[in-house]
């Protein structure tokens, strides 16, 4: 069974940055696209970016210039490096990922979700 495993998240100031992880772990033939969304209480979960396995990447455009993906395939972890952070980025972040799951079986994953505060 695969499971994501996220961490980094928590306390920022305005201004501040961080850096979230999703680790994928079990059996898997191979990992697709790695994406993160967020989601605040009341409203739909948002996409923020995603990253193929190739590398090629695709944002959310509020998110364009301060947000960066990246995955390191050996590890099979997906990063949100997150800038500039504002209030209004409070939210619960999730990764999900698109996996090979068998030669026969595809799944699409999310993890648990990691809390992130911005706050003075």
């Known amino acids: 069974q695969v499971q994501l495993v996220e961490s980094g998240g928590g306390l920022v100031q305005p201004g501040g940055s961080l850096r979230l992880a999703c680790a994928a772990s079990?059996?898997?033939?191979?990992?697709?696209?790695m994406g993160w969304y967020r989601q605040v209480p009341g409203k739909q979960r948002e996409l923020l970016a995603t990253?193929?396995?190739?590398?090629?990447?695709n944002y959310a455009d509020f998110v364009k210039g301060r947000f960066t993906i990246s995955r390191d395939n050996a590890k099979n972890t997906v990063y949100l490096q997150m800038n500039s952070l504002k209030p209004e980025d409070t939210a619960v972040y999730y990764c999900?990922?698109?996996?090979?799951?068998?030669?026969?079986?595809?799944?699409?994953?999310w993890g648990q979700g990691t809390q992130v505060t911005v706050s003075s």
């Open positions: 079990g059996r898997f033939v191979l990992i697709y696209d």
């Open positions: 999900n990922a698109d996996v090979r799951a068998t030669l026969t079986r595809r799944e699409n994953l």
């Open positions: 990253i193929a396995n190739t590398g090629n990447t």
